[in-house]
């Protein structure tokens, strides 16, 4: 069994702990680990932060009702969008924002951010501590809609006891 959600939310950072709890929710109600579901949720965290402090201008979408009419290439100013995969052992994760993306600077001329953050900086670790936390994460830039950074990210899944998710049983005793 698998299933998967997509949220189209606005660039304000009382967004992240949206995400955030959605994605812990289903993670238990699965029956994943809560070591794992931290991990990924912490990775979702730092994605969604960087959606919010780096998005800028206008979002692609094709859905009708997130600020587009289900055309593609239809936009939707302040907006990104978090989407999450569970199927079978693996999860995977995509945020995707409408910022400068990944190796270009911004209007400020200010270090993308795969640059390296220096030891002292305040900030700057993200994506770095995304790399850390899942098994497989890949940065990339929009291929269409102007641009804009698309994080996604992997982990195999470990089960909390004899809950597994597809196991019809498991997912009645966590409702």
């Known amino acids: 069994m698998s299933m998967w959600w997509s949220l189209q939310l606005r660039r304000e950072a009382a967004s992240v702990p949206l995400a955030r709890r959605l994605l812990l929710g289903a993670m ?39 600020g587009g009419t289900g055309r593609t290439g239809e936009h939707s100013d302040d907006a990104y969008r978090v989407t999450a995969y569970l199927d079978g ?42 790399e850390s936390l ?16 698309v994080v996604s990210f992997d982990k195999t899944l470990k089960w909390r006891g004899d809950r597994r998710f597809g196991d019809a049983g498991a997912l009645l005793k966590a409702s």
């Open 28 to 66: 238990e109600t699965a029956g994943v680990d809560p070591e794992i579901s931290y991990d990924l949720s912490l990775a979702l965290t730092e994605a969604c932060a960087n959606a919010v402090e780096h998005g800028t201008g206008e979002h692609c979408t094709d859905e009708p009702g997130a």
């Open 134 to 149: 899942a098994d497989h994460v890949r940065f990339r830039d929009h291929a269409d809609c102007g641009g804009g950074a």
């Open 89 to 130: 052992d693996r999860c995977r994760i995509e945020v995707a924002d409408t910022g400068p993306g990944f190796g270009r600077r911004g209007k400020s001329g200010k270090p993308g951010p795969l640059d390296r953050a220096a030891v002292d900086a305040e900030d700057g670790r993200g994506l770095f501590l995304i």
